[in-house]
């Protein structure tokens, strides 16, 4: 064990931004013997084509097959308001597509009525690829994480990764990639509001703390702090005292470095109270990771829990759980340290949703499209076979 726990699995990583990922795609699909699976969400969100726009744009007659998630929120929530983004996100895949059949994967963010209410998207996005065979046929598989909540893109992630493990890639690895197109302006301007009160560990990443209702090991918290999430943050700490006792170590996570160099301030100002006068956080329980990295931020995740879990070895160990409250880049670097450390350490990861958006703009928010910046994040094939 001490050996697979000293190695970092994504330690070297491919990771690529902006025009380089568009460069790589030109000289990836040049052989012409690729077949992609591209899986993306049906959302309002303008960001939603950019990356399969500029994929197609590298090779417009590439053997692709089009995977949609439509995602019911329920007859209530808020982002009904913006079904006219929807439908032209919707008119513009279409056209990119060129009359390509589009397969469509329907599931519901809630289940059952009233009071009784609970989150099941990420329960029913783990059964959007079942098993091997869903995917042996596909040379390359493309998750873009860029109009898709966070629970269902981290269970379907932590599914695809789970199922390519099952079977060995040393002979033709199927290639996992995740997009995402980042834009500072366009996430300021989609507002949640509220935070849902039905929290649970996301379906895959429950890392057997959600099996006890008080586990023996201690607990460490290592919450990703981001703006206006103060009541999630609260919410997320309330859970985990009433189902596993007060954390023996509360560890946030801030953004640093970050294009806004005074982001990592910002954030310990709006959270200044909860952190340090109702919780009494020590200074040097901070962690920083790179806003714009997830792979670093996965390696500093993991090498954190790593060493709790040894200094702690008279104790049993550790168990360990991240909340994530800030971007969809970091939230890969959670995915991939729950995953690869979900069996020799146990690590959950705790979501808390928002009850809806509120869109300020939206032709402020069409105008800022074109801002957006690709991240790419190769997490299997090539690369890692040689």
Not at 133 to 151: K, M, N, Y
Not at 233 to 262: G, M
Not at 299 to 317: T, V
């Amino acid at each position: 064990m001490d050996k697979i726990m000293n190695k970092n699995r994504w330690d070297p990583y491919v990771q690529m931004r902006g025009e380089e990922t568009i460069g790589f795609f030109q000289s990836h699909l040049k052989s012409g013997n690729k077949k992609i699976l591209f899986i993306l969400g049906k959302g309002f969100d303008v960001r939603m084509n950019i990356a399969i726009s500029k994929l197609l744009s590298c090779s417009p007659k590439i053997d692709l097959q089009c995977l949609l998630i439509e995602f019911n929120e329920g007859d209530g929530s808020h982002s009904h308001l913006y079904k006219s983004l929807v439908d032209e996100n919707l008119a513009e895949l279409t056209t990119l597509l060129n009359g390509n059949i589009i397969n469509k994967k329907k599931i519901s963010l809630l289940g059952g009525d009233g009071r009784n209410k609970k989150r099941i998207g990420d329960k029913q996005s783990s059964t959007i690829i079942k098993n091997f065979s869903d995917l042996s046929q596909f040379t390359d598989v493309i998750v873009d994480i860029s109009a898709l909540p966070r629970g269902v893109y981290s269970s379907l992630i932590g599914k695809i990764l789970t199922v390519i493990d099952s079977k060995s890639q040393t002979e033709n690895p199927i290639n996992f990639f995740i997009f995402v197109a980042e834009n500072a302006e366009i996430d300021i301007r989609i507002q949640e509001y509220g935070s849902d009160n039905d929290l649970n560990y996301l379906y895959g990443f429950g890392g057997g703390i959600e099996l006890s209702a008080e586990i023996e090991e201690p607990l460490i918290w290592f919450p990703i702090l981001g703006e206006n999430k103060v009541d999630h943050f609260k919410k997320a700490f309330t859970h985990i005292i009433r189902s596993q006792n007060r954390p023996y170590e509360i560890c946030p996570v801030l953004p640093f470095p970050a294009k806004n160099l005074r982001r990592s301030d910002s954030l310990l100002i709006e959270y200044h109270k909860v952190l340090f006068d109702e919780l009494s956080i020590e200074a040097k329980n901070i962690m920083y990771v790179p806003e714009q990295n997830p792979f670093e931020a996965y390696i500093r995740l993991n090498d954190a829990i790593k060493n709790y879990n040894k200094s702690l070895k008279s104790l049993s160990g550790c168990k360990a759980v991240i909340s994530n409250f800030s971007s969809k880049l970091l939230s890969i670097g959670s995915i991939l340290s729950a995953h690869e450390l979900r069996t020799d350490v146990g690590v959950g990861i705790l979501n808390v949703d928002s009850e809806g958006y509120n869109i300020k703009d939206v032709e402020d928010l069409k105008k800022l499209k074109n801002n957006s910046e690709l991240f790419l994040s190769w997490l299997s094939g090539d690369p890692y076979n040689e």
